[in-house]
C-alpha cells in the first residue's frame, strides 16, 4: 500500500542548480498537487493537475515548472534553484468530486538552496 | 479569495485535558471543510471532514461540526493523549484544491 510515493527525501542545492521532484501515486486518482510548507505559512499550492494532460498555476508558481507525465506521476522541477525555494515539498493526489476530494500525501521532500 | 483563519500556536496542554483549536473560513459557495494533521516528520493526514452545514465530522475523539452561520468549524477533543502532540491544519477545497491555514502546533504533556 505505497500511496504517494516522493523522491528524493532530501537534498541541498546550490543556487542556481536545477533539479527534479519526482511523485508517483498508485491509487489511480485523476487529480494531483504540489505545495510547500513553510514555517508559519502553512501549506501553499505550487501548482496541480486535474487530470492527465493539464496542468494549472497554484498561489505560488514562479519558479517552478511541472510535467503531469501519465496519470501516476506528476514532476515538479526547479530550473534555477534560489534561496526561497527552500522548503518542504509535499505531493499530494485526490479523486475529485464532492464528498471524494480528500487528498492523499506523500511524506514530503526537505530541499535546501545554498 | 477563499481562506482559511486558525488559531495561532503553540497550545501546550496536560494530558486529559480539553482541546480547542478554533478555524474560521472565507468562501463563496458551500466548500467541504478539513482537519489534517501531521505528526512529527511526516505527510498530511486526514483527521476528519465535513461536507455540508451542520455536518459533524469525528475520527479518534476529535470532532468538529460545520456551521455555516458563523463560518466556522472549531476542532475538539474532550481528553487529548501524548500521542496527539502535532500540528494540526484546517483546509477547505472550493473549486480545485485545498486552502490550507497555517498550522496549530499541539504540545500535550504528561
Known amino acids: 500500500n505505497a500511496g504517494v510515493t516522493q523522491t528524493p527525501k532530501f537534498q541541498v542545492l546550490k543556487t542556481g542548480q536545477s533539479m527534479t521532484l519526482q511523485c508517483a501515486q498508485d491509487m489511480n486518482h485523476n487529480s494531483m498537487y504540489w505545495y510547500r510548507q513553510d514555517p508559519g505559512m502553512g501549506l501553499r499550492l505550487i501548482y496541480y493537475?486535474?487530470?492527465?494532460?493539464?496542468?494549472d498555476k497554484g498561489e505560488v508558481p514562479n519558479g517552478y515548472n511541472v510535467s503531469r507525465l501519465n496519470k501516476r506521476e506528476f514532476s515538479l522541477r526547479l530550473e534555477s534553484a534560489a534561496p526561497s525555494q527552500t522548503s518542504v515539498y509535499f505531493c499530494?493526489?485526490?479523486?475529485?468530486?464532492?464528498?471524494?476530494?480528500?487528498?492523499?500525501f506523500g511524506a514530503g521532500s526537505r530541499l535546501t538552496v545554498l | 479569495g477563499d481562506s482559511v483563519t486558525q488559531m495561532e500556536g503553540p497550545v501546550t496542554l496536560s494530558e486529559e485535558a480539553f482541546l480547542t483549536i478554533n478555524c474560521t473560513y472565507t468562501?463563496?459557495?458551500?466548500?467541504?471543510l478539513f482537519w489534517y494533521v501531521q505528526y512529527p516528520g511526516e505527510g498530511l493526514q486526514l483527521l476528519l471532514k465535513?461536507?455540508?452545514?451542520?455536518d459533524k465530522g469525528s475520527n479518534k475523539g476529535f470532532e468538529a461540526t460545520y456551521r455555516k452561520e458563523t463560518t466556522s468549524f472549531h476542532l475538539e477533543k474532550g481528553s487529548v493523549q501524548v500521542s496527539d502532540s502535532a500540528v494540526y491544519f484546517c483546509a477547505l477545497i472550493p473549486l480545485e484544491a485545498l486552502v490550507f491555514g497555517k498550522g496549530t502546533r499541539l504540545s500535550v504533556i504528561a
Open positions: 468562501a463563496t459557495g458551500y466548500p467541504s
Open positions: 465535513a461536507t455540508k452545514a451542520d
Open positions: 499530494a493526489s485526490s479523486n475529485r468530486g464532492r464528498g471524494a476530494n480528500v487528498l492523499t
Open positions: 493537475s486535474a487530470s492527465e494532460g493539464t496542468t
